[in-house]
Nanobody, 121 residues
Framework: QVQLVESGGGLVQAGGSLRLSCVAS????????TGWYRQAPGDERDLVAR???????NYAASVKGRFTISRDNAKNTVYLQMNSLKPEDTAVYYC???????????????WGQGTQVTVSS
């Protein structure tokens, strides 16, 4: 059974940093594109960053220059380093994996349960 488990969320002051982790079992991250999405109450779930199996990265304009997605193949873990956090970054953050088309279609093969990130002003 495939499971993706996120961790690292919490409460942080504006301008601060958090590092989210997503560890997978039953699937090898390096064989997929992995994305981080976020969703605030009442809002659409949006893709904020993704990394392909080959290691290429892309970011939503709203987080470019502040967030970094990376992968540790030995640990089968994907990370999202979030710096210079803003109140508008407050959301539940979800890890997901699938082929690249499924990631951009918001229909990944596998979803994590999410982790809450709250940025105070």
């Amino acid at each position: 059974q495939v499971q993706l488990v996120e961790s690292g969320g919490g409460l942080v002051q504006a301008g601060g940093s958090l590092r989210l982790s997503c560890v997978a079992s039953g699937v090898i991250f390096s064989s997929y594109t992995t994305g981080w999405y976020r969703q605030a109450p009442g809002d659409e779930r949006d893709l904020v960053a993704r990394i392909t199996g080959g290691g290429s990265t892309n970011y939503a304009a709203s987080v470019k220059g502040r967030f970094t997605i990376s992968r540790d193949n030995a640990k089968n873990t994907v990370y999202l380093q979030m710096n210079s956090l803003k109140p508008e970054d407050t959301a539940v953050y979800y890890c997901a994996a699938g082929d690249i088309v499924s990631i951009y279609s918001k229909r990944p093969q596998y979803w994590g349960q999410g982790t809450q990130v709250t940025v105070s002003s």
